[in-house]
């Protein structure tokens, strides 16, 4: 498309000029259906001119190069009608241009719209470079398998991993701004080339546009520069490798001078990354699970600034495990404001339970609830504990977490009503029919709600749909496997998981899962309670 105008353009520079008579010339517009179901009105030059080459009479119709390309911009039309019909009539003829081994090819206007062709050629570059970019970014590289691999410690399975010594992806970084400067000068210049000069709002239009690539070049340059200053910083794990359940140890020496002089924030945070698939329609997601930041002063050396982190991931988070349509990733970032000089580092770090790791319950024994704590879950349960009896009582809530549910129901069955209402279209009916299924399983979650009698080797479930009783369960130790805390809902806003919550559930001797509730804010507030009841019933 770029190219062949160039070619045929070089190759009439060797054509041969002659006299014609303009038979007919006018500017011919027609509508353009759009992706979108719009029209948009085209215009082109139509012409037709005579001409004699050698005594033989000829007809031509070509006015410029791509003159089959019609534009929506009908200036450029009229303009070359103007300029044939000027020169027409100034000199009772044309001037045109034919090809001397072929005297039927023919053209009146031979020059190139550069215009035109820089725009297309910008083109041609974005989607080429956006292919490139896709197939870079989707390749996946075989990781190499470390030598000596011990099955029962998964670190040693990763290169990345099998090193208490880590590097970060800075290089990389550069290769990632670097692209995206170069793609955002062509994307963007596509625009200021087509809009420049065309009218006084586009001009500034145009203007503007140049703001995103200059600021991902300077975005690039200082990278760049950030590189080039600091060069491969190694992170150095203390604790190897970091611990569920136990420390993230570690440290760093940032070179240069002033770097002993800076402060710095390191923040250790875990992201979840997914896959899910609909249709032929494959979407990535990832979300912060978990995340803790530091304020760190360095120490100054003779290398530079040394900077000691130390974390404590609580017991109960997931493991690092290798990239899959599921998995997570644990990552150390160290920043620091030096004196004309930022530093900013990302480190994968691998993070697993091992023999040295607590355990929630050992957790919880360390650092139980506090009595506000306590009072505060008892009073959402309306817990009763009696010494006397034997006894405890408790009601786990309604969950609240089903409301978005019910309320998007609510919303879809008033639609459907106004469709079938207003225009009296069945398919109001058939949406409001489906909107009950949301609308049902919101307000059944919201209502469904569970009152629990625990005596030694003595459960009583008692199941509420709002105040209606549905079903009774009496069960002894033999038909109790387990009770268990679980992870009911969660809640993800802008790439990070803004909150989690957790009910118990109680599994059976014949391994049925029963959901009794709770919606604790914490995994430690459901465990403190199945610890409770389970003082009691296994008594």
């Given at each position: 498309m770029v190219i062949s105008p160039v070619i045929d353009a070089s190759r009439m520079q060797f054509w041969q000029a002659t006299k014609a008579q303009l038979n007919s010339s006018k500017v011919h517009s027609y509508q353009?259906?759009?992706?979108?179901?719009?029209?948009?009105?085209?215009?082109?030059?139509?012409?037709?001119?005579?001409?004699?080459?050698?005594?033989?009479?000829?007809?031509?119709?070509?006015?410029?190069?791509?003159?089959?390309?019609?534009s929506s911009d009908s200036s450029d039309a009229y303009k070359l009608l103007s300029k044939i019909q000027q020169e027409n009539n100034s000199n009772k003829g044309i001037i045109i241009w034919f090809n001397p081994s072929n005297n039927q090819d023919s053209i009146y206007d031979r020059s190139l719209d550069f215009r035109f062709i820089i725009m297309m050629t910008l083109f041609s570059s974005v989607f080429m470079m956006?292919?490139?970019?896709?197939?870079?970014?989707?390749?996946?590289?075989?990781?190499?398998?470390?030598?000596?691999?011990?099955?029962?410690?998964?670190?040693?399975?990763?290169?990345?991993?099998?090193?208490?010594?880590?590097?970060?992806?800075?290089?990389?970084?550069?290769?990632?701004?670097?692209?995206?400067?170069?793609?955002?000068?062509?994307?963007?210049?596509?625009?200021?080339?087509?809009?420049?000069?065309?009218?006084?709002?586009?001009?500034?239009?145009?203007?503007?546009?140049?703001?995103?690539?200059?600021?991902?070049?300077?975005r690039a340059r200082r990278i760049q520069k950030e590189w080039l200053y600091f060069n491969k910083v190694p992170l150095s794990l203390s604790s190897y490798p970091g611990m569920v359940g136990g420390k993230v140890k570690g440290s760093l020496t940032v070179p240069g001078q002033n770097s002993g002089r800076g402060k710095y924030t390191a923040v250790l945070s875990c992201t979840k990354y997914?896959?899910?698939?609909?249709?032929?329609k494959t979407e990535s997601h990832q979300?912060?699970?978990?995340?803790?930041?530091?304020?760190?002063?360095?120490?100054?050396?003779?290398?530079?600034?040394?900077?000691?982190?130390?974390?404590?991931?609580?017991?109960?988070?997931?493991?690092?495990?290798?990239?899959?349509?599921?998995?997570?990733?644990?990552?150390?970032?160290?920043?620091?404001?030096?004196?004309?000089?930022?530093?900013?580092?990302?480190y994968e770090v691998p993070v697993f339970v091992t023999e040295q790791s607590i355990t929630e319950v050992e957790e919880l024994a360390q650092k139980p609830l506090t009595r506000h704590e306590e009072k505060t879950l008892s009073e959402r349960l309306n817990v009763d504990v009696s010494k006397i009896k034997d006894e405890m009582i408790l009601h786990?809530?309604?969950?609240?977490?089903?409301?978005?549910?019910?309320?998007?129901?609510?919303?879809?069955?008033?639609?459907?009503?106004?469709?079938?209402?207003?225009?009296?279209?069945?398919?109001?009916v058939v949406f409001a029919g489906g909107s009950c299924i949301f609308l049902g399983l919101g307000i059944w979650g919201y209502g469904r709600n569970c009152k629990i009698k625990v005596n030694p080797n003595n459960l009583q479930l008692d199941f509420y749909f709002f105040s209606w009783s549905l079903n009774q369960l009496i069960l002894t130790k033999n038909d109790v496997q387990s009770i268990e805390p679980f992870s009911s809902s969660t809640v993800h806003t802008n790439g990070k998981q803004t909150s989690e919550k957790f009910s118990l559930r109680l599994i059976t001797d014949i391994g049925k899962g029963i959901d009794l509730g709770g919606s604790f804010k914490s995994k430690k507030n459901a465990l403190h309670l199945k610890q409770q009841v389970e003082a009691i019933f296994y008594r």
């Open positions: 353009s259906r759009n992706d979108d179901g719009g029209y948009t009105t085209m215009y082109n030059v139509l012409i037709q001119y005579q001409y004699i080459v050698d005594g033989n009479s000829y007809i031509g119709q070509r006015a410029k190069i791509m003159n089959d390309n019609a956006a292919g490139l970019g896709i197939i870079s970014y989707s390749r996946t590289e075989k990781e190499q398998t470390p030598d000596n691999v011990e099955p029962d410690k998964p670190w040693t399975s990763r290169i990345q991993w099998a090193s208490p010594i880590i590097y970060s992806n800075a290089q990389n970084s550069v290769k990632h701004a670097r692209f995206f400067a170069i793609f955002s000068c062509f994307f963007f210049g596509m625009f200021v080339i087509g809009m420049f000069g065309r009218h006084p709002v586009a001009t500034v239009f145009s203007v503007l546009f140049l703001i995103p690539p200059l600021w991902l070049i300077l997914w896959t899910t698939r609909s249709g032929n979300s912060i699970i978990y995340s803790d930041n530091q304020k760190l002063l360095a120490r100054p050396s003779a290398s530079g600034g040394n900077i000691d982190f130390d974390f404590t991931v609580p017991a109960g988070k997931p493991e690092s495990s290798a990239p899959s349509k599921s998995y997570h990733k644990w990552t150390i970032t160290i920043k620091g404001e030096l004196a004309g000089i930022n530093f900013d580092r990302n786990t809530p309604k969950s609240k977490e089903s409301l978005p549910f019910a309320g998007i129901g609510a919303l879809f069955f008033i639609i459907g009503i106004l469709l079938f209402v207003i225009k009296g279209s069945f398919f109001g």
